[in-house]
């Protein structure tokens, strides 16, 4: 029940992008690429002071049991929205004035708990393209099914009904930046799932350093496991 | 694609300065303590043609919410359940910073967020509204207009939701030869509780329920919780700031202490229990 799905981040899979990351995260299969700093087209939403952030969450029309319209609905325009919000608060924005960064979130194959896993993965994936960041974001999402608080629910028990929360977290400075919540939960219940969310999200996070390091550093992680 | 951008609410440097001295002193300009809020006025019954209505007032800002109950296929995957669909829309009218035009992402994110907490909490007993199940089910249309912004959409277009929808007549529907007719007669709505939006906001340190357009403009982030009388349904953090996990469990206590006075608010008004 304090299990994660296997969890699986590959660092630099788009060759074009700045920064890209390939997460799999149970059945989920979602791609994150960065573009930029770059020039701001249209021009006029430059900001003089700092750096425009954009995000787009996007499923593919074959990532669902049945087809998707390609065309964005109402929830991927929420989901873009929130996830840019949980990414915001770990970026040095001020350090990129009147330049755009684009993140691109495309979810391949999708299951429970897509918006996190696509955070996970972009926040990866702007580290990649070496944005000044304060911290990486984790995300992970804790729920209910047969009244009892768990883990990384998938879609299955998602649909069971119960509730769901998914949660984007900077362990280094203890702030949450994603909190949502689709379900009834007691006041009891609300205070273990959030420290439940939590705990997962730092599971993310060794998973996500470790996708860096092993891009980066691959042969010394090796060496250094190997000498262990 | 969504991007960052700024309230177009422009504070002036000085104003700025006051907001965060009263702060620093546990006030706010307008006076109010942290967790009080606005002045509430709910009126139902506002709308004749709708099947049901309600006006909400919270502070200076105003909303309408109507209701047309009919009916239309069941929504995939819940096939004998009646579908019910809340919708925002911020009126031209409501500030000099609106525009006529589709949706951006703020107003659809208002009205999934209002939908999610109505939807979350059950208030309606869905299963009660299939006609034919996995044909014909009820369709139940929540359709909002904010009227004049000042601030807290979130919970005024959420009371405005759950009171109309407590104020509501539904329609008894009758199949004859495959066909649906209106008998003309009206019956309760099957209803199961009362869901309650409290909006909070940090501002530096401070965090504070139902802010203005003002306090709104120098926000850091941004929560929106629905309780129940059994805990909380529903939860939507926003902008682009973060909280830590103690603010977090604070202003879920505050949510449910003052969603409470507006439940028992609901309950008085409309004379409906839940």
Redesign the interface.
Known sequence: MDELREVKITVGTVKNADGSAFIEFGKNKILAAVYGPREVHPKH?ALPDRC?????YHMSPFSTD?RKNPAPS??E??I??????AL??ALM?EDYPRAAI?VYVEVLQSDGGSRCAGIAAASVALADAGINMRDLVAACAAGKVDEKIVLDINDTED?EGGAD?PVAY?PR???????????????E???EC??KA?SGCKMVYEIQKKALMQKYFGNETEMKEETQ | ????KRSPIIVEHLRKQAMWDALSRGKRLDGRDFGDQRPLEIEIDVIKKANGSARVKLGDSEVIAGIKIETGEPF??LESKGALIVTAEVLPTASPHVEPGPPD??V??L??VVD?GVR???MVDLDQLALVPGKIVYTIFVDCSVINADGNLFDATSYATVAAILSARLPIFEMQDSKVVDTGQTKDMPLRTIPVSITAIRIGDSVLIDPTAEEEACMDAR?TIDT?P????????????????DQ??KA??TA?IKGEAVRAKLRELTGKNG
């Open positions: 939403m425009v952030l954009r995000c787009r049945t109402r929830r325009v929420e873009s929205k929130v996830m840019r919000e915001e608060p924005l684009d649909k929360m900077l400075l203890d702030q949450v930046t994603l909190l949502q919540l689709d379900g009834n939960l007691s006041p219940q609300f205070n959030l420290d939590i | 694609m969504s991007s960052s995939e995957g992402e703020e659809v994110e009205a999934r999610r979350e909490s059950e929560i129940t059994e805990g909380f349904c529903a939860i939507q953090k926003g902008f682009a700031g973060s909280f830590t996990i977090l469990k879920a206590e449910r």
